[in-house]
């Protein structure tokens, strides 16, 4: 399965091996916050958390996700 992460810009560089695009949803183009500052990726996994460890993202670092094929993106993760 493949999720997309997204984490505040300030990350990026923790993780070069990846590509990251910078990432805006509809609400956030229209504020002004860190919101504005945020990059995303797609990776595959068994879970998040797999797709997590395999990647060796740190979940601090993590502004949302979601399973690539959903439409609506998470906060919170679910529980190891």
């Known amino acids: 399965m493949d999720f997309t992460l997204v984490i505040l810009n300030q990350y990026v560089s923790a993780y070069p091996q990846m590509e990251w ?4 949803d509809s609400n956030r183009k229209k504020m002004k916050s860190q919101g504005d500052n945020w ?3 797609t ?3 068994n879970d998040i ?4 460890n395999s990647y060796k993202i740190d979940s601090r670092h993590l ?7 959903d ?3 998470r906060v919170s993760l ?3």
Request: some cysteine; charged content about 20%.
């Open 49 to 52: 958390w797999d797709c997590l």
């Open 21 to 24: 695009t910078e990432w805006k």
């Open 39 to 41: 990059s995303k990726t």
């Open 78 to 80: 679910p529980s190891q």
């Open 43 to 45: 990776l595959p996994g």
């Open 63 to 69: 502004v949302q996700w979601k399973p690539a094929a």
């Open 71 to 73: 439409t609506l993106y």
